[in-house]
């Protein structure tokens, strides 16, 4: 059994100032979106924050953006976000960019306890300027260091008592591997069965790499909205 949480604001209060979290999702599809509200209501501050972007302005990581509760982003992409930029060009946020799939690599390399890996994707831009570039087989690697995280807040579809999760369709972004490289990994699920309900095939991660859980209801917004002209 793992530990169940009822009040989203109990899931987080550990997360204390200065802490590294890890957010899963993808614009905002598969975001922990309750706990991401959790957050922005106990007012947490001085957070370096892991993900592949920073939600929009009025939804998702966002929210903790608006309130100036985020010191750091290491991400991939600024986003539909206006603050996010803004606060970039102002100088109020420190961002880490990294390429996306490096990024994916970064995190998966912290679950496995992998510290550092070569890769070219970033040679000969100014991602590289600063690191260490190594040759190959006639070709050219920049040195990338794992990440790892004092909590990671994910998002399933399903969760049993014991920890094992199903993520539904493109949900199973970042989830998956924040999962494994944090310390804490927190998962707001959509519903929460005993454990053996869930086909040990069809387990996308495995209860030992999460700590606690919690139900919740999502509201799932679309990020940008494009229906089809009426002829």
């Known amino acids: 059994m793992k ?61 903790l953006l608006k309130n100036k509760q985020i010191d750091k982003m290491i991400g991939s992409y600024v986003g539909e976000n206006k603050e996010f930029e803004r606060q970039v060009l102002a100088g109020e946020l420190e961002v880490e960019l990294t390429p996306q799939g490096t990024l994916a690599e970064r995190i998966r390399a912290g679950g496995a306890g992998i510290p550092a890996f070569y890769t070219p994707a970033g040679v000969g831009t100014p991602i590289a300027e600063a690191g260490e570039i190594r040759v190959f087989n006639d070709k050219e690697y920049l040195l990338q260091t794992a990440l790892k995280a004092d909590f990671s807040l994910i998002r399933a579809a399903v969760g049993d008592d014991a920890g094992n999760l199903v993520y539904n369709k493109t949900a199973r972004n970042f989830n998956p591997m924040m999962a494994a490289a944090g310390k804490v990994t927190i998962a707001e699920v959509e519903q929460l069965v005993e454990t053996g309900s869930i086909d040990p095939d069809h387990v996308h991660t495995p209860g030992i790499y999460v700590q606690a859980m919690i139900e919740g209801k999502q509201e799932k917004r679309i990020e940008r909205l494009t229906v089809r002209q009426e002829i």
Not at 34 to 60: F, P, Q
């Open 3 to 63: 530990t169940i949480y009822t009040s989203f604001e109990e899931a987080v209060k550990n997360i204390q100032d200065g802490s590294t979290i890890m957010v899963g999702g993808f614009g905002l599809v598969g975001i922990p979106e309750n706990l991401i509200l959790a957050l922005v209501n106990s007012r947490v501050k001085h957070l370096t924050v892991i993900s592949n972007n920073c939600g929009v302005d009025d939804w998702g990581l966002g929210l």
